[in-house]
């Protein structure tokens, strides 16, 4: 009975009996799994989707085949964006692929909470998005905008300590800061380790100094996050069966055990953090930077572990810690790798850039918060960077009831997939040349353009990215430092090969770069 059910599933009813059928997509798939090897073999995490969208540019959604010809959904249009993301987010949960594929890096915390238990974690980690204000992005607690700037001295001094690992770099190799060396890389390394430094103050209350000496920290990231081509394959097969408890490959057993570390470690901090708080040493995180509130973890040891009701394990903090710490750095370390290309390519604006920055610190040599952003070029080249290179692919999606999108139903069980760069790269949106690299563009949007949802990079709604102000300061007070110091040259400057499958947009083997110092600095 099973097994004619399934075959029911798998063969009659997405061709026959699915209301999606009459949908428009691609019908190139393959016996039994759908567009799975197509998408594993494009070369591209976001390919094929993004060449469905170039087909069917002004269709609202576009109907694939998922793994044994489950029905799958891609978002292509704004208003399907905001009923996924926003107004009815709630009707959709994570779906089992993106656990596999990323649940055991980034742990279970708020990432991976579902519907009431969702809501009431954001709400306790003082990251709720006002659900009237939604599009302001309004949020209370830690997140807010007004406890983010406070570390903006921090910012700068991890800004300028990595401008000093350039310089080392065009000391010891003539400039050229990218080198291929068992997987890794050195530019897109020395972001990973900036970005973890700036996370372990504000989630640990922490120096972790990986800009100094890389700790096991990031070793154990590096392997997890950058696998060789063998742990890529298992990682695109685990999504589909579960794999990860074999013994071999050699990957496979690296993954788990630098998982299996970074949880240890997270876990001790976590209990000598317990242990220092309950002896009443409340003192002893690092507060230097004057931040009106706590760093993360003692915040949660005091809203939830020592509270009286509705109480967090020691486990669980550990999983919130997880998860903040591996999606809050690397995620900015791609979003500056794919930045530092731009720059790499278009000598241009790393000059407009400079110019800018410059003019700045003439007038006020320590700029504040508010001078930093009313910078007006900066605050494009940003934005037109998350855009063209958002570093997060696909935001998948599974409907847990019946529910109706950009006026299709869509029925409970169907995969939907917003995917930022779709919506980012159509031209009904963004005209024809979305697809290219164009700062500019943000002085003069028109039409759907200024539609709040054709920009996603940090998502929408209740499920938004809860880092988005900590984030955009980072990155922008770091891309002030490098302009202001070097000139870039994109070895490639062609197309870059990435990682696929993966959740996050990176290049494959590392981003080569020639860096040399700027003529006119700071
Ligand atoms: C450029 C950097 C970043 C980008 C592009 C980015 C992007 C995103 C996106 C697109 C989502 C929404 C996923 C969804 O709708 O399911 C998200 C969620 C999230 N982000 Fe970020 N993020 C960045 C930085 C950060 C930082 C710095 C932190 C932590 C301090 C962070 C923590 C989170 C968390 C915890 C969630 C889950 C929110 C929830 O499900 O309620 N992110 N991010």
Not at 41 to 54: K, V
Not at 134 to 162: C, D, H, R, W
Not at 480 to 501: C, Q, Y
Request: aromatic fraction near 10%; include cysteine; glycine fraction near 6%.
């Amino acid at each position: 009975m099973f097994l004619a059910y399934q075959a029911y599933r798998a063969f009659v009813y997405p061709y026959f009996v699915s209301p999606l059928r009459d949908l428009p997509g691609p019908k190139d798939h393959h016996f039994f799994v759908g567009q799975t090897i197509h998408q594993f073999t494009s070369g591209h995490p976001e390919e094929p989707f993004r060449s469905w969208m170039r087909k069917w540019p002004e269709v609202p959604l576009i109907r694939y085949f998922g793994f044994a010809n489950s029905d799958a959904v891609l978002i292509n249009s704004l208003q399907g964006y905001k009923e996924v993301l926003h107004t009815k987010c709630y009707s959709f949960v994570r779906t089992t692929g993106f656990r596999r594929l990323i649940q055991d890096i980034i742990g279970i915390g708020l990432v991976f909470a579902e519907g009431e238990n969702h809501r009431r974690q954001r709400r306790a980690l003082g990251g709720m998005t006002s659900l009237i204000l939604n599009l302001a992005l309004t949020q209370l607690g830690l997140f807010i905008v007004s406890n983010i700037k406070s570390y903006l001295p921090m910012f700068k001094e991890k800004a300028a300590g990595l401008a000093r690992e350039f310089e080392k770099a065009i000391a010891h190799n003539g400039g050229l800061i990218e080198e291929q060396q068992a997987d890794t890389s050195p530019v897109k390394d020395a972001y990973s380790r900036v970005t973890l430094d700036v996370i372990g103050i504000f989630a640990l209350g922490m120096e972790l100094k990986n800009l100094d000496t890389p700790t096991e920290f990031v070793q154990c990231y590096q392997i997890v996050f950058d696998p060789p081509r063998s742990g890529q394959i298992l990682a695109a097969i685990n999504m589909i069966l579960p794999i990860r408890w074999l013994p071999f490959p050699k990957a496979n057993r690296a993954f788990v055990e630098a998982n299996a570390r970074l949880r240890e470690m997270i876990g001790q901090i976590t209990q000598q953090r317990i242990d220092e708080m309950l002896a009443g040493k409340k003192d002893s995180y690092v507060q230097k930077y004057d931040a009106p509130n706590k760093d993360l973890l003692t915040y949660m040891i005091e809203e939830k572990y020592l509270a009286a009701k509705d109480k967090w394990t020691k486990e669980d903090l550990v999983e919130q810690v997880m998860n903040f710490v591996a999606t809050g750095h690397e995620t900015t370390a791609s979003a500056l790798t794919w930045a530092t290309y731009a720059l790499g390519v278009h000598h241009d604006i790393t000059r407009r850039l400079r110019a800018e920055a410059l003019e700045l610190l003439k007038r006020s040599p320590d700029p504040s918060f508010t001078d930093i952003e009313n910078l007006p070029y900066l605050n494009n080249f940003v934005r037109e960077s998350l855009r063209i290179y958002c570093p997060v692919n696909g935001i998948p999606r599974l409907a847990i009831e019946d529910v109706v999108i950009a006026g299709t139903h869509i029925p409970k069980g169907t995969t939907v997939i917003p995917m930022p760069s779709v919506i980012s790269f159509n031209p009904t949106i963004w005209g024809e040349d979305a697809e290219e690299f164009n700062p500019d563009r943000w002085d003069k949007l028109s039409g759907l353009a200024t539609d709040p949802y054709a920009w996603a990079a940090f998502g929408h709604g209740p499920r938004s990215c809860i880092g988005k102000a900590l984030a955009m300061l980072n990155f922008k007070t770091i891309i002030m430092e490098l302009v202001t110091s070097f000139d870039f040259d994109a070895v490639n400057k062609g197309k870059v090969e990435v990682v696929n499958p993966a959740g996050q947009l990176r290049p494959q083997g590392g981003m080569w770069m020639k860096v040399t110092k700027a003529a006119e600095t700071k």
